[in-house]
């Protein structure tokens, strides 16, 4: 059949390619936009959500479903306060800040260079800072009328350290064993003094985490076994040696209660960044939290009767960046021949927000597909679309990074046959109506 032909492509290079396509097909914008936004807050809009749920439901699928040495649970953002003392966060979670005592603007001490020229002071650029201070990134919040300091609470910086606050009740409940993992997705809340990069660093986002749990002599096994099978996510949507590296950290950069860790980092249009982190935790968050609890945490070995806390290695993924390291990736202009030019967003078809348009060349074909439509729809998630151009409908899914589309015209009321034309080679194919669902299945795998 025959297809368009790209000629030449380029990678994304600037961010505000990216901000900008995001914002005009609905991917993500500025949270209460009305309003002129609300700094480090963004939503996600119909295809920026089912980007994020395909991620969430990917990483689940591997993390938790695929392992019976995995549990899942879903616990509340806010915790008991005792617990944030507990993790070490209300004494040590905070960064150095300055302050410009002319423009008022408040910087990150480490990240001056990015503060650009003050513009407040007369017959200078240069800002006026204060010394830098430690500024706590958790976000406060009050429960109940008590407006004593009883009543605070925090919305949860991270969202490992519940796991270890239910680590004994799932266990008991999973009857799970040492080796065994607790794994969540959900909203963890900073106070970052300078959001930045779109959503790369938010105020609000989402993590994925798993905290496994397992004995001293096997952590070296489990945190490699760990590391590898992260990669190899990553690795499967998309994400080549090209882009994607590790990163040990060096031994001044580890936290404290931190015996190894390493970044895995996505080059970015803005450099290379961290997009999750593997770390051995030690037996750190189960010994401060049996203490300041009161409740022992220690497992006692089956055989030997020896009690003990166990070591956790953590795999920690942030679900807003990898989205964005995805996109980015994606992210491509094409010269096409004749002139004209697509941008499209090669996403792995399992990710695409829409998995198939269908797309009659007429309004007057509406009816047998929408037929079409209503039966692929049970299986994937599928847009349908009758106006306009044809053309300008592909380009328009392109940019959605829909991974095929399918064209009812004159010829399928007699024939029986439909056109499939595939994303990123814009190849067409025809198909008989009939088997397009299985067709689908073939490249997509079998749906809902
Ligand atoms: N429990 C360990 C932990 O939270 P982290 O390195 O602070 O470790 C893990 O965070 C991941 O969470 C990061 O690799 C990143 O993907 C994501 N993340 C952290 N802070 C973020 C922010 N302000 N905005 C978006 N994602 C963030």
Same mark, same amino acid.
């Given at each position: 059949m025959s297809?368009?032909?790209?000629?030449?492509?380029?990678?994304?290079?600037?961010?505000?390619?990216?901000?900008? &396509?995001?914002?005009?097909?609905?991917?993500?914008?500025?949270?209460?936009?009305?309003?002129?936004?609300?700094?480090?807050?963004?939503?996600y809009g119909p295809l920026g959500v089912e980007l994020k749920n395909n991620l969430k439901a990917a990483w689940w699928q591997a993390v938790v479903r695929e392992r019976d040495d995995v549990e899942g649970i879903d616990s509340s953002i806010i915790c008991h306060p005792r617990t944030w003392e507990a993790s070490g966060h209300v004494e040590h979670f905070s960064d150095p800040m300055v302050d410009c005592r002319a423009c008022k603007k408040r910087f990150r001490a480490d990240q001056l260079v990015d503060a650009g020229p003050c513009p407040a002071r007369e017959g200078t650029s240069e800002h006026d800072w204060t010394e830098p201070r430690r500024f706590n990134l958790m976000l406060q919040t009050r429960i109940g009328a008590a407006e004593d300091a009883a009543a605070i609470a925090y919305l949860?910086?991270? =969202?490992?350290?519940? !796991?270890?606050?239910?680590?004994?009740?799932?266990?008991?409940? +999973?009857?799970?064993? !040492?080796?065994f993992g607790i794994a969540q997705i959900g909203k963890a809340f900073r106070n970052e003094i300078n959001p930045r990069n779109f959503t790369f660093r938010s105020r609000e986002f989402e993590q994925a985490e798993l905290e496994f749990f397992c004995r001293e002599p096997e952590r070296e096994r489990w945190f490699d076994h760990w590391l590898e099978e992260r990669l190899r996510f990553h690795r499967e949507l998309g994400l080549g040696p090209e882009v994607l590296r590790t990163r040990p950290h060096a031994p001044e950069e580890l936290a404290h209660y931190c015996k190894r860790a390493i970044d895995i980092e996505f080059r970015f249009p803005f450099g290379w960044q961290e997009i999750e982190g593997v770390h051995d935790r030690g037996d750190w968050d189960l010994s401060r939290h049996s203490e300041f609890s009161g409740k022992d945490l220690a497992i006692t070995d089956p055989e030997t009767k020896e009690r003990y806390v166990p070591i956790v290695i953590e795999t920690s993924v942030g679900i807003d960046r990898s989205c964005l390291a995805l996109l980015c990736h994606a992210y491509a202009e094409e010269d096409l021949e004749g002139g004209e030019t697509r941008t499209v967003l090669r996403l792995h078809?399992? *990710?695409?927000?829409?998995?198939?348009?269908? *797309?009659? &060349?007429?309004?007057? &074909?509406?009816?047998?597909?929408?037929? &079409?439509?209503?039966?692929?729809?049970?299986?994937?998630?599928?847009?349908?679309?009758?106006?306009?151009?044809?053309?300008?409908?592909?380009?328009?899914?392109?940019? +959605?990074? =829909?991974?095929?589309?399918?064209?009812?015209?004159?010829?399928?009321? =007699?024939?029986?046959?439909v056109t499939v034309r595939e994303r990123d080679s814009m190849q067409q194919d025809r198909i008989p109506l009939e088997g397009v669902a299985a067709y689908l299945a073939d490249r997509l795998g079998p749906g809902a």
């Amino acid at each position: 059949m025959s297809s368009e032909s790209a000629r030449r492509s380029r990678p994304l290079e600037r961010m505000e390619d990216l901000v900008a &396509l995001c914002a005009r097909r609905g991917f993500a914008f500025p949270s209460s936009e009305i309003y002129g936004g609300i700094n480090g807050f963004w939503d996600y809009g119909p295809l920026g959500v089912e980007l994020k749920n395909n991620l969430k439901a990917a990483w689940w699928q591997a993390v938790v479903r695929e392992r019976d040495d995995v549990e899942g649970i879903d616990s509340s953002i806010i915790c008991h306060p005792r617990t944030w003392e507990a993790s070490g966060h209300v004494e040590h979670f905070s960064d150095p800040m300055v302050d410009c005592r002319a423009c008022k603007k408040r910087f990150r001490a480490d990240q001056l260079v990015d503060a650009g020229p003050c513009p407040a002071r007369e017959g200078t650029s240069e800002h006026d800072w204060t010394e830098p201070r430690r500024f706590n990134l958790m976000l406060q919040t009050r429960i109940g009328a008590a407006e004593d300091a009883a009543a605070i609470a925090y919305l949860r910086p991270e =969202t490992c350290q519940p !796991i270890f606050n239910d680590f004994r009740r799932v266990r008991e409940t +999973a009857r799970q064993q !040492i080796p065994f993992g607790i794994a969540q997705i959900g909203k963890a809340f900073r106070n970052e003094i300078n959001p930045r990069n779109f959503t790369f660093r938010s105020r609000e986002f989402e993590q994925a985490e798993l905290e496994f749990f397992c004995r001293e002599p096997e952590r070296e096994r489990w945190f490699d076994h760990w590391l590898e099978e992260r990669l190899r996510f990553h690795r499967e949507l998309g994400l080549g040696p090209e882009v994607l590296r590790t990163r040990p950290h060096a031994p001044e950069e580890l936290a404290h209660y931190c015996k190894r860790a390493i970044d895995i980092e996505f080059r970015f249009p803005f450099g290379w960044q961290e997009i999750e982190g593997v770390h051995d935790r030690g037996d750190w968050d189960l010994s401060r939290h049996s203490e300041f609890s009161g409740k022992d945490l220690a497992i006692t070995d089956p055989e030997t009767k020896e009690r003990y806390v166990p070591i956790v290695i953590e795999t920690s993924v942030g679900i807003d960046r990898s989205c964005l390291a995805l996109l980015c990736h994606a992210y491509a202009e094409e010269d096409l021949e004749g002139g004209e030019t697509r941008t499209v967003l090669r996403l792995h078809p399992r *990710l695409a927000p829409v998995s198939a348009a269908v *797309l009659p &060349l007429s309004k007057k &074909l509406a009816e047998p597909a929408q037929r &079409l439509g209503r039966e692929l729809r049970r299986r994937y998630n599928v847009f349908y679309d009758d106006a306009g151009n044809i053309g300008r409908r592909y380009r328009r899914q392109d940019e +959605a990074g =829909t991974p095929f589309c399918v064209t009812y015209d004159f010829d399928s009321e =007699t024939d029986g046959k439909v056109t499939v034309r595939e994303r990123d080679s814009m190849q067409q194919d025809r198909i008989p109506l009939e088997g397009v669902a299985a067709y689908l299945a073939d490249r997509l795998g079998p749906g809902a």
